[in-house]
């Protein structure tokens, strides 16, 4: 369990909030993008990326959406919290 | 079997509506759809079931079998035979089709269905689809060759493909353009059908396919957004609100979409192929492709996100208005109207679980947040805390439920204060309280004034439970009321169509004739598990009470091995939460047994158990001083008389006076070497100043004082205590005392022609020496000759293996196990399992079978 994240208000099972990277084919709509209001997109040449902080079952939340509503899903990152800097947009994404 | 496993809008809906449809379609179809977010695993097998049943177009077997009725209990391996058995007896190749499988989200309605699967009859071909690989253990039909899959590069379209479906859709296109969206939807069907719809009609195709190929916009997304651009306003507007339920038809597209005319709009939309399909051949119900209605939710909540609330509350209003209570109460809490949510789940979880949607309740109660804790779902949380044997929470929770009761407007009042009662009465009757029974039970059982018919129908549910549990309560105590409250409330039951209830109340009605003579009790316990095997409801917990009366009965009458059968039905059907009487009574019986065969070592453990449990229970138990006393007498049997007078010596007065005590005190004197003190001690049971449970008290009184005279060498006066226990024995042809006391040398030594009891005396020396009590009825004149195949299934039947095991063990089907058995019932003239070991006992057929 990550120790050094803010406590937030889950008990015990939930494992901590975690930052995650998750990269989708093509430029995700108004439309299809409400779906993910916990998520942070952005658009990186064909793709979009949806980045934010989720905990376990955030996270199969948002993988049950894309599946539900066909998306093509390219890519599921976890990134370590420490090594984010600070300010707009993550280093480690191309 | 095959298995279809493809993302979202592949086709697969599609692909089975094709196959189902093809001329040429040999196979009866059983297709059914799994409900969205199907948590209750009871209700995806009941519609599974009477898809099976429609496809076979038989209105029943030729058994008789009742529709399959929902039970507040569910056993998923009794459903899963059914089913099976249905299966084999299609005549002719019948398809199990199962869409929207994903949906299923009971681990344990998944783990039966994999049971289903690989027990399938040869005749039968099951056909899944899914959007996700599923938790399904098929690996041994994978191995086995037998499973077939079908994925997503298996639907794609190509590119010929992709210009037939333009084709037929009248769309004309370039060879170019349709490459192009061939590439663009990669051939995805959902992506190529939408195309088509914004195609047909348009004024440029090329531009269009140009436009769209050049967008990075998902394919969904863009498609949708176009197909929604081009529909009429009205037509727009009605997709965007309806797309929040589940089905919709006319009368409720009205209603949400503020105007008339929707059905129409359906209908067309229907046959322009536009994701909408009919659920009925009267085409008044229909649905929305789930992608379709997906993203139509999200441009909902975008445009129009004000509406959304008000828009569930009108659907939980007319479901509520059409009796469709699970639907009202998700829509409202859709809405956000926790306190409203609470509320209408509070009152209809009592009738709701009487319908069998224990599990649906359950999930609604989860779908509350966390933070919601509002006293109206305490009735709700205490209702599912005692079905799952938690009974201090119940209680606390039924005390808060009570005060929120009383804060109630009177309409709502008398109805939450009958199911606050109701479970108060459950509750007690769980723990054996008898006052807090009554309690209750003046109140619910009292006439009411009711005011509409669903209030009439809720009372008498809620009188019929009373009446159940009222009975149930007094029988454990041994209370004369118990019978007529019992009949009563099976009665009721069986008017109201409430099968559960009617044979929960006839259950515990044999349960309850214990001071009756045997062949009543036995009867009345033989009615209740007939009606529960009508049911298919022959291995539930609820049976529990007769199958462990029935055992007793016969250890009473010295049916041993028919005893043991019932008792390992017995342990079979119970549960973790089985109530502290019935368990106590399954360990007397078991102690029963082992005493009787002269294994006193393996006896003690279980009387000392049901000795233990009997101190749980809040009153006192009828049966705890023939507890006390058989504990005390196997001690002394076991050469501990010294351990046995100290615990008498820590006895209460009362239990001491007792006739049962008594005739402790007579064995313990018996192995101390003390006829003349033994002879003390039974005689206040003999002149009857001692009290006691019932007249086999003394049957066993006059035995030991037989074996006191023995000693003493008073031959005279022993053998008429013998010819006195045989006499009082002989209406029930009671068996176990003379088992228990080890009298069988003092039924040798009897003069067979000094006694009035000749064939009991010739009986009992049967069963003592071992070998089976004289069948019934003779045996069939020309009892036709078990094959070999049968024989070897004979064999098994004496065990707890289920049919699928007992295939396993030899290496056959389950349906080839079926056939041998519905033979071996036949031939044998029988119609159940342990009539059939019986039969085949009393003809010496095991020995046979074993030693082929």
Same mark, same amino acid.
């Given at each position: ?94 | ?50 898809? &099976? ?37 299609? #005549? ?120 769209? @190929?050049? @967008? ?51 209908? =067309? ?27 139509? #939710? ?67 109660? $989860? ?13 709700? #949380? ?6 799952? =044997? ?41 723990? =054996? ?14 006439? &009411? ?28 105590? =041994? ?7 019992? $009949? ?18 006839? &259950? ?43 055992? @007793? ?75 006390? @006393? ?87 006066? $022993? ?47 049967? &069963? ?85």
């Amino acid at each position: 369990m990550r120790g050094h994240l803010p406590a937030g208000d889950h008990d015990g099972m939930d494992p901590a909030p975690a930052l995650y990277v998750i990269r989708i084919k093509g430029h995700l709509g108004a439309m299809v993008l409400s779906a993910f209001p916990a998520l942070d997109p952005h658009h990186h040449g064909a793709h979009t990326v949806l980045t934010g902080l989720l905990d376990r079952s955030a996270l199969y939340g948002v993988l049950a959406e894309i599946e539900a509503l066909g998306l093509d899903l390219l890519e599921v990152r976890q990134v370590p919290p420490e090594r984010k800097s600070p300010g707009s947009g993550d280093s480690r994404s191309p | 079997m095959t298995i279809i496993s493809a993302p979202a809008g592949s086709g697969k809906t599609s692909l089975l509506r094709a196959w189902a449809g093809r001329p040429g379609q040999r196979r009866r179809l059983a297709i059914m759809q799994v409900q969205r977010d199907q948590q209750d695993a009871q209700q995806f097998w009941l519609a599974l079931l009477a898809a &099976v049943r429609q496809a076979s177009g038989a209105a029943g077997a030729a058994g008789g079998a009742e529709p399959p009725a929902a039970t507040p209990e569910f056993n998923g391996r009794a459903m899963v035979d059914r089913v099976l058995a249905e299966l084999e007896g299609h #005549r002719g190749r019948v398809a199990l089709v199962i869409d929207d499988l994903h949906e299923l989200h009971s681990p344990d309605a998944l783990a039966q269905l994999t049971l289903l699967l690989t027990s399938l009859p040869p005749n039968a071909h099951a056909v899944l689809a899914t959007r996700r690989d599923l938790r399904l253990r098929l690996h041994q039909l994978r191995l086995a060759g037998e499973l077939a899959e079908i994925r997503a590069e298996d639907l794609r379209f190509t590119e010929r493909e992709t210009r037939e479906l333009l084709g037929a859709s009248g769309v004309t296109l370039s060879e170019a353009g349709a490459a192009l969206l061939h590439e663009r939807t990669e051939g995805w069907a959902a992506g190529l059908r939408l195309a088509a719809i914004s195609l047909a009609g348009h004024p440029d195709p090329e531009q269009f396919v140009a436009e769209f @190929s050049g @967008s990075d916009r998902t394919v969904a997304e863009y498609l949708m957004a176009e197909m929604l651009g081009r529909q009429p306003d009205d037509v727009q507007q009605l997709l965007l609100r309806t797309s929040l339920l589940d089905r919709v038809n006319g009368e409720l597209a009205d209603l949400l979409a503020g105007r008339p005319g929707s059905e129409r709009i359906l209908l =067309g939309l229907e046959d322009a192929n536009a994701f909408v399909v009919s659920l009925d051949p009267e085409r008044t119900w229909f649905r929305y492709h789930h992608l379709f209605g997906d993203l139509l #939710r999200l441009e909902l909540r975008r445009m129009l996100p004000e509406e959304v609330p008000a828009l569930h509350r009108r659907a939980a209003g007319w479901f509520a208005e059409h009796g469709q209570i699970a639907d009202a109460i998700r829509h409202t809490q859709a809405a956000g109207d926790w306190p409203d949510a609470a509320r209408l789940l509070a009152d209809h979880s009592f009738s709701l679980t009487m319908d069998g949607q224990a599990q649906t309740v359950r999930a609604l109660l $989860r779908a509350f947040p966390r933070g919601v804790d509002d006293p109206a779902l305490a009735l709700v #949380r205490a209702g599912r805390d005692l079905a799952e =044997g938690r009974l201090d929470e119940a209680a606390a929770y039924l005390a808060v439920a009570e005060t929120y009761a009383g804060t109630t407007p009177p309409d709502r009042q008398r109805r939450l204060r009958v199911a606050v009662a109701s479970l108060k009465l459950s509750l007690a009757a769980r723990r =054996g309280h008898l006052a807090g029974v009554l309690e209750q039970t003046r109140f619910l059982v009292s006439p &009411v004034t009711a005011q509409t018919d669903e209030e009439i129908e809720l009372g008498n549910d809620l009188r019929a439970v009373a009446l159940m549990n009222l009975g149930t309560v007094e029988a454990s105590l =041994g209370l004369a009321d118990a019978e007529r409250h019992l $009949r009563e409330g099976a009665v009721l039951a069986g008017k109201t169509g409430r099968p559960y209830l009617e044979v929960r109340c006839l &259950v515990q009605l044999g349960f309850a004739s214990k001071i009756h003579p045997f062949a009543t009790v036995q009867q009345r316990c033989r009615e209740a598990i007939a009606l529960a095997e009508r049911y298919g409801w022959d291995t539930e917990p609820m049976t529990v009470p007769a199958l462990i009366t029935l055992a @007793s009965t016969m250890v009473w009458t010295g049916e041993f091995d028919q005893a043991e059968l019932w008792l390992q039905r017995t342990t079979r059907a119970m549960q973790a939460d089985t109530g502290a009487d019935i368990r106590l009574l399954v360990h007397i019986v078991s102690g029963m047994l082992q005493a009787c065969r002269g294994r006193h070592h393996e006896a003690l453990p279980e009387f000392r158990a049901a000795e233990y449990l009997g101190s749980q229970l809040a009153d006192s138990h009828a049966l705890a001083n023939q507890v006390t @006393s058989w504990v005390l007498a196997t001690q002394a049997r076991l050469g501990r008389p010294g351990e046995a007078r100290a615990a008498l010596a820590a006895l209460a007065d009362e239990q001491v006076g007792s006739g049962e005590i008594h005739n402790a005190r007579t064995v313990i004197a018996l192995a101390e070497g003390d006829p003349a003190g033994a002879l003390d001690a039974v005689r206040g049971v003999l002149d009857g100043t001692a009290p006691v449970i019932g007249y086999v008290t003394v049957v066993e009184a006059q035995l030991l004082a037989g074996l006191a005279h023995h000693e003493l060498g008073d031959l005279r006066a $022993r053998n008429q205590a013998v010819e006195r226990a045989l006499a009082l024995a002989e209406s029930d042809r009671l068996v176990l005392p003379f088992a228990m006391t080890g009298s069988r040398e003092l039924l040798e030594a009897l003069p067979r022609h000094q006694t009035a009891h000749a064939a009991l005396l010739a009986d009992l020396l049967d &069963v003592l020496h071992g070998s089976s009590p004289a069948a019934d009825q003779p045996p069939p004149p020309d009892a036709e000759e078990l094959s070999p195949g049968e024989l070897r299934v004979l064999r098994f039947l004496p065990t707890n293996l289920s049919r699928p095991e007992i295939a396993g063990q030899l290496s056959v089907s389950p349906n080839t196990v079926s056939t041998h058995i519905r033979s071996i019932y036949a031939k044998l003239g029988v119609r159940d399992r342990s009539a059939a070991v019986q039969r085949a006992r009393d003809l010496r057929l095991l020995s046979a079978a074993r030693t082929r």
